[in-house]
């Protein structure tokens, strides 16, 4: 089952514009993680929030957390051909070492 | 470092079959959880091993267990394959569990004719 569901399920933008995602989940929980894939390889942890924290950076990236929505945000900067991906996000409950992804957005800039 | 190894990289069995899959690691890190990922069900989570033990097992059925060896490497056994086992199956590791963020293997592709 999906603990995750991700908003929009697709995004196409032109190189260069800022790319934003969302992420609704349903129950409290211990963190949340943004995660990418290419082409049905291997995830790539993007970056992890904390429930007592609001905003994170991490060079392009920027992760919001409302946890009183049970949602966040990953916004990505200036965007390039290369983050041509689907993004995951994921979370995991408190006293519960199950990490539960959603349902994934797939992003595309176009050159 | 080396990241997490998965083998073998693609597979085609038949139904009724059996496979094992193999995950090895990164050299340290203590947990290590199984995906499935299929385009109808996206990433569904099987199970979750921490210094030989399971911590926690997705909702799948019997036919799907898995282990883990003293060195941290994990294998994952599916016996009597169905076709709709066919999905890329991911590995990921992490010191102590799913809090610090997991790195993932490049994943088996499984096909069942």
């Known amino acids: 089952s999906q603990q995750g569901e991700e908003d929009p399920q697709a995004l196409s933008i032109q190189e260069g514009e800022n790319a934003t995602m969302n992420c609704s989940y349903k129950?409290?929980?211990?963190?949340l993680q943004w995660y990418r894939q290419n082409s049905g390889r291997g995830l790539v942890h993007l970056i992890l929030i904390r429930s007592n924290e609001r905003e994170k950076h991490s060079g392009r990236l920027r992760v919001t957390l409302d946890t009183s929505k049970k949602s966040s945000s990953l916004l990505i900067t200036a965007s390039r051909a290369a983050d041509t991906a689907s993004y995951f996000c994921a979370t995991q409950p408190f006293g519960n070492e199950k990490l539960t992804f959603g349902t994934g957005t797939r992003l595309t800039i176009i050159p | 470092k080396a990241g997490v190894t998965q083998t073998p990289r693609y597979l085609i069995k038949t139904r009724g079959q059996q496979v094992t899959l193999s995950c090895s690691p990164i050299s340290g890190h203590r947990s290590v959880s199984w995906y499935q990922q299929t385009p109808g069900q996206g990433l569904q989570f099987l199970f979750e091993y921490f210094s030989e033990t399971q911590r926690n097992k997705g909702n799948f059925p019997g036919r799907f267990s898995g282990r883990q060896f003293s060195n941290s490497r994990s294998e994952m056994n599916v016996s009597t394959l169905e076709l709709g086992d066919s999905a890329l199956y991911l590995c990921?590791?992490?010191?102590?569990?799913?809090?610090?963020?997991?790195?993932f293997g490049s994943g088996t592709r499984l096909t069942v004719v």
């Open positions: 129950t409290s929980i211990n963190n």
């Open positions: 990921a590791s992490s010191l102590e569990g799913p809090r610090y963020g997991y790195t």
